[in-house]
């Protein structure tokens, strides 16, 4: 392993603790969804499931 990889990895896992006390301000300070809101979320995404095996199976 060379230094750029040693020191890439330092790097990222500075960036990573950096942003670890932010994302769990964010977590902690969201707003919970409610029944509805998880429906309106799942229909897209089923949605582009759906257009990606369409084009799976195109292919």
């Known amino acids: ?3 750029m990889k040693i020191g890439s990895a330092l790097l990222l896992v500075m960036f990573i603790v950096m942003l670890w006390p932010r ?3 964010m977590l902690t300070n969201s707003p919970k969804a409610e ?3 998880w429906q309106a979320a799942i229909l897209p995404v089923l949605g582009v499931i759906a ?3 369409f084009l799976m ?3």
Do not use: S
């Open 57 to 59: 199976m195109t292919i």
């Open 35 to 37: 029944k509805g809101q």
């Open 23 to 25: 994302a769990k301000e």
């Open 1 to 3: 392993m060379d230094w």
């Open 51 to 53: 257009f990606v095996i």
